[in-house]
């Protein structure tokens, strides 16, 4: 599977960091003051990360786009899905097995779509850029 590159994997690390330092299982950065939209960081386990972007159709919350990160147990990135409600989009390309007694909480990868997971991998690598860049992370 492809993982981020380095300069994304450092960003990718240094908002995880933020996230560390709240002490929280979410964060919000909104360092343009709208300038941009701010960057939802959910944990979502011991080992899955969600990053997102959110606008506002009809009242209604709409991921530009929304990715889960799985890091492996030897911290690897790996972008495993995108979601882009207002191109009705969803791509999945890693799907996990259920967890395991031994496996101290990880999860681990039963199939993926290599050629989708490397779209994603790149598409991530490109957005982290743009979100260090804007955000000024």
Not at 28 to 51: E, H
Not at 55 to 60: A, F, H, P, R
Request: with cysteine.
């Amino acid at each position: 599977m492809k993982s981020l590159n380095k300069y994304a994997a450092g960003v990718f690390n240094t908002i995880l960091g933020r996230l560390a330092a709240e002490g929280d299982e979410h964060i919000k950065i909104d360092n343009t003051d709208g300038a941009f939209m701010p960057l939802c960081v959910n944990r979502l386990s011991k080992d899955k990360v969600a990053l997102s972007h959110y606008g506002e159709q009809n009242g209604d919350l709409m991921a530009d786009p929304d990715m889960v990160f799985w890091i492996s147990p030897d911290g690897q990135i790996i972008p495993c899905s995108l979601q882009n409600d207002y191109a009705g989009i969803y791509h999945s390309a890693v799907n996990f097995r259920d967890s395991c007694p031994g496996d101290n909480g990880y999860s681990f990868p039963a199939t993926f779509s290599s050629r989708m997971q490397a779209d994603l991998a790149s598409f991530a690598n490109t957005w982290l850029r743009n979100i260090k860049q804007q955000q000024g992370i």
